[in-house]
């Protein structure tokens, strides 16, 4: 497969990257270990976690499955800080305080040394910028951090982050992690024009819209049993539009076309779209790995690219998957 450069820092990483939110919950921890060890022969180098995942049962599980594997040197593995891990006022955010702490609890759970992107989960709105960013400056010269990314951030934001690093002389962001798939193009209005022109890796979230794109919904049945719609409620079944129902009958026509799953065609054209790193992909089941692997051998054709932009232009939605944000205040109007 072809690897790929983690925005200027030269460390190549796989076009896919594993999510690990299901680990802990709903996947168990067996199979959980299997699906790393299969993604790790299968070339994936690349590992994403957070600290709130599953309780921190996910980074745990990761932790567990990349010590087994003997294979740590050859993984860059990411995790995440800003979201609630306790009820005390200082167990979440983007302060010195709850940085520094994470950081450790993290590589406590993980049983590493360091971590090689630690990710500022949301923007933290309520603390100044550079607090934030002098932390993980401190957490990359002590040699527990390597590198710092952001998470769901607006495009200004990202922007004021690379500013005040520069200002200040600090380690700057190489990555940013946002929500993006076929459903929910507007990211590509500001957030992807300014990580191509400063050099930052875009590292998709949801890139098959929670399975909306894999075909797990129906338009007469919004909640099938397993679902996230099911495990999350309304915070996911919000998103289970009946444009977005549309577009998904749409893409399974075209992947039956083609001989590959929906899944596989939506997961295809997240990886091959311009200024796209590696997709994170989350799988439930090892089965569901499977499914994604074939990709990272593909390329999206040119003339399917035309199709999808026919289905949702460029820069539009028609879903939302900004909706977990602290800061996006547009919602759709149908």
């Known amino acids: 497969m072809e690897y790929r450069s983690l925005g200027r820092t030269g460390v190549m990483v796989s076009p896919l990257c594993l999510g690990t939110m299901n680990f802990g919950g709903p996947t168990d921890e067996a199979s959980s270990m299997r699906i790393v060890a299969r993604a790790l022969d299968a070339g994936i180098n690349f590992v994403d976690t ?47 305080h709850h940085i520094i702490k994470a950081c450790e609890d993290s590589l406590n759970r993980l049983s590493v040394d360091h971590i090689d992107l630690y990710q500022l989960h949301r923007p933290a709105l309520n603390v100044a910028h550079d607090e934030t960013l002098r932390a993980f400056d401190d957490l990359i010269r002590s040699g527990k951090v390597r590198y710092v990314g952001a998470s769901t951030h607006p495009a200004w934001k990202v922007m004021e982050a690379l500013a005040l690093s520069e200002k200040f002389s600090l380690h700057r962001y190489v990555s940013e992690q946002p929500p993006y798939n076929l459903l929910d193009r507007r990211i590509e209005n500001e957030l992807i024009p300014l990580c191509q022109e400063y050099g930052l890796a875009v590292l998709p979230w949801s890139p098959v819209a929670g399975g909306i794109l894999a075909g797990r919904y129906q338009a007469n049945d919004k909640t099938p049993d397993g679902s996230r719609a099911a495990l999350w409620g309304k915070r996911f079944a919000t998103r289970v539009t009946d444009q977005g129902l549309a577009v998904a009958l749409e893409v399974a026509k075209m992947a039956e076309a083609r001989q590959m799953s929906a899944s596989q065609l939506a997961l295809l054209w997240v990886k091959d779209q311009p200024a796209v790193t590696s997709p994170i992909y989350g799988p439930r089941t090892l089965e569901h790995l499977e499914d994604a692997l074939p990709i990272l051998e593909m390329s999206l054709a040119d003339e399917d690219r035309v199709l999808f932009d026919q289905l949702v232009p460029p820069g539009n939605a028609v879903a939302d998957f900004h909706d977990s944000n602290n800061w996006y205040r547009g919602r759709l109007v149908s």
């Open 50 to 96: 957070a600290n709130v995942y599953t309780g921190g049962e996910s980074e745990r599980i990761t932790g567990n499955a990349i010590r087994e594997s003997g294979r740590r040197d050859e993984i860059i593995l990411a995790t995440k800080v800003y979201s609630p891990v306790g009820s005390a006022p200082n167990d979440r955010g983007g302060s010195r």
